[in-house]
Every structure is written in C-alpha cells, then in structure tokens.
C-alpha cells in the first residue's frame, strides 16, 4: 500500500504500475467490457502504450490512472478496473475515467471509485474537471450526474453523440 492510495468503503484504488499490467490487459481486451469505451477494445500494443502514459502522467500530475479493487478486510482484494484523470488529446482538459468488468457493473463501484478520484482531484487543486462519454451511454451517465458533474457540451466524435460533463471547484465549494 502506498500513501498515494485511495479509501472508501468497499474498495481500495493504487496508482496503476507495471505489476498491474496483466488485469489491464485483460480488461481493456475483453470485448464485453470495453467495446462500450472511447476508443474501445485495444490491442496489447495500444495497452501497454497506454500504461506507460499512465505511468508517467502520475509523474508530472501528482495523480492519474488508479486500479479499483475490492476493499477486504482493509487489504487490497479482486481487481474491479480503473478509474483516474488524465489530459485529452483534445484539450478538452483533465478528464475522469472509469472502467469496470461488465460482472461488476450495476453494483455502485463505479460511481464510488469515481467520486473519490473526482474529490481527490479538486482537493489537489484541478479547478475543472470534465468527464466524456457517449450520449447513448445512460449507465455513464447517471454515474457522472450521481457524482455531481453537469452537461457542459455536445459534440460528434467519428459519428458518435457525445456529451461532456464537467465539475468546477468555486469559492463556495465544488459545483
């Protein structure tokens, strides 16, 4: 465990690294899980070069990409996915991201992994925060409304309906 580490309830999420490398393959190849995702099912190849981006975007970031996994006992158990912020290709900004195995949707981790890296990040000094997903995505989206981030814009991307949350840090609070 490292000081890095984000608590909640049910779950433990780590910084992701090399020794993880096996459960993100499997997940980011797994058809049922990610065909739904931004870009979607990726090779080996697209996986590992997203792992070291990974890797070195927590170098320069002070937070990134964590692995979500089952809080047992307070020790790190089955691995569930990902979720964490990196900058879009885009420039849309800094962006919250989360992927879970299709068996563990449905079952709140989602929105509580993402809603503490969401919090995390504000309290780090990220004042904007945004999250993308496919308009059509109804489970992404409660999650992002669930956890406080608000419509911000719409946009097409290779055909599809996007939409773009956002969450802003003001002087009252997070809105």
Same mark, same amino acid.
């Given at each position: ?27 980011k190849m797994?058809?049922?899980?990610f065909s ?19 890797i070195l ?41 989360? #992927?879970?195995?299709?068996? =563990?949707?449905?079952? @709140? &981790?989602? /929105?509580?992994? $993402?809603? #503490?890296?969401?919090?995390? =990040?504000?309290?780090? @000094? &990220?004042? /904007?925060?945004? $999250? ?44």
């Open positions: 465990m490292s000081w890095l580490d984000l608590r909640t309830s049910r779950l433990i999420l780590s910084p992701v690294s090399w020794r993880d490398m096996p459960d993100i393959l499997s997940l797994d058809v049922l899980t739904s995702m931004l870009g979607g099912v990726r090779t080996s190849w697209q996986v590992q070069k997203e792992m070291a981006e990974d975007y927590w170098g320069s970031h002070r937070i990134g990409i964590y692995v979500v996994r089952e809080r047992i006992q307070n020790k790190a158990g089955q691995f569930l996915g990902i979720t964490g912020i990196h900058f879009r290709d885009d420039g849309r900004g800094h962006a919250l991201r989360f #992927a879970l195995w299709e068996w =563990a949707q449905g079952k @709140g &981790y989602a /929105r509580e992994a $993402a809603y #503490a890296v969401l919090s995390t =990040a504000h309290e780090r @000094g &990220y004042k /904007r925060i945004i $999250a993308v997903t496919k308009k059509r995505n109804i489970a992404s989206r409660r999650i992002l409304g669930s956890i406080g981030m608000v419509v911000e814009e719409e946009f097409i991307r290779h055909g599809n309906h996007m939409l773009t949350f956002a969450s802003y840090v003001t002087h009252s609070g997070i809105n």
